[in-house]
């Protein structure tokens, strides 16, 4: 869904506002399609307008941002990064896209005159007043939803829309994300707020599925959708990359069956645990917030992992148990979620070594 800023400051294609569009003039939405990094998983959406008459062939962005921003890394986790809109020529827009392999689908939008000018002219704006910068939000506020919403207001109500249905925001997202390893880390940083039904419409491909369809007064939004550029990036199978080689991680774990392999890998599960503890004090992120991925990656892991190390078998026994419980009350609250498979091998360590070890020191304590 973020556009990459292949050039930190990308020259502003400024154009008069006097500039008055001729009847021929188009404007048309843009859809490139997913690349496997993970700034281009989702897609990216943008605005073209064309007018042979007045030369015009531009490409209006939402959703860039600047690598030599200060504190980047800690701003972008922070969620107060400063995204912007840009404006570039069609053939560079389309040059970039081809050479990552990703297509671009246009729909061309049933305008008026006027409301290509005044979209015209928005946009403009945009460019050079404090509109042109915002606050990134991952479903509220990003390269589709800020289209979305200008589009709407050009049409003069809500045309463009999520679709009613019991789908939430994961189960949407979730068949967006082809590596195996990113998806478990998207599915465990993820808190409740993707969880709710999905009401607002932030994903370039599921836009595009909507103006296939969307009318205003019985006639249609937009015309049938015309591919400008092919899709050729593929996401080749992997066994290594993919659930396979989780299992036969887990595997080769249990076989080990190490006290030193045991503990590091409570100690990293109860570090992540404690992130997700901390992480809603600092991030503005509402998607991480209220994380109940703490259930499973519990900061009393640590307890646990120390009272192990020191052979204190009692408060072994207590907080195994404990986190026993945890991973339970997880488990019955995830099962009928769409991420459950997945987490499922992690879930069954957990539980696996969780009661092996709170079997053995009951037997050292009983001996």
Request: charged residues 20%.
């Amino acid at each position: 869904m973020l556009k990459k800023l292949l050039f930190l400051l990308l020259p502003i294609i400024s154009f008069s506002q006097n500039v008055i569009l001729s009847d021929n003039a188009k404007v048309s939405i843009l859809t490139c399609g997913t690349a496997p990094v993970s700034y281009a998983m989702y897609g990216h959406t943008g605005i073209r307008i064309t007018d042979n008459v007045n030369k015009i062939d531009v490409v209006y962005n939402y959703g860039a941002f600047d690598f030599s921003t200060p504190n980047f890394m800690m701003k972008f986790v922070k969620g107060d990064l400063q995204y912007f809109v840009t404006s570039e020529n069609y053939y560079d827009f389309e040059y970039n896209y081809k050479l990552d392999g990703r297509s671009i689908v246009a729909q061309e939008l049933n305008l008026t005159t006027a409301q290509k000018q005044q979209l015209l002219n928005e946009l403009n704006s945009s460019l050079t007043s404090e509109e042109r910068f915002y606050t990134y939000k991952f479903i509220d506020k990003n390269c589709t939803t800020m289209v979305v919403d200008k589009i709407n207001k050009i049409l003069g109500e809500e045309i463009l829309k999520q679709p009613k249905s019991n789908q939430s925001y994961r189960e949407i997202l979730y068949p967006y994300m082809s590596d195996f390893y990113m998806k478990l880390g998207i599915q465990i940083i993820f808190g409740t707020k993707v969880d709710q039904l999905a009401t607002r419409l932030f994903l370039p491909l599921e836009f595009e599925k909507v103006l296939n369809t969307a009318t205003q007064n019985g006639k249609k939004t937009a015309k049938p959708s015309e591919i400008l550029n092919e899709q050729t990036v593929t996401t080749p199978f992997s066994y290594l990359n993919s659930i396979y080689s989780l299992l036969a991680a887990i595997v080769i774990l249990i076989l080990i069956n190490k006290k030193g392999i045991q503990i590091i890998y409570f100690i990293f599960a109860g570090l992540l645990g404690l992130f997700f503890s901390l992480v809603g004090f600092y991030s503005l992120h509402e998607e991480i917030l209220w994380n109940y991925n703490i259930l499973l990656f519990n900061p009393l892991l640590l307890l646990f992992a120390y009272f192990y190390w020191k052979k204190n078998t009692r408060k072994t026994i207590l907080f195994g148990q404990i986190c026993m419980a945890f991973t339970m009350v997880y488990l019955a609250y995830i099962v009928n979620k769409v991420q459950v498979i997945i987490v499922l091998p992690i879930i069954a360590l957990h539980l696996f070594w969780l009661i092996k070890i709170v079997l053995k020191e009951r037997k050292i304590k009983i001996e």
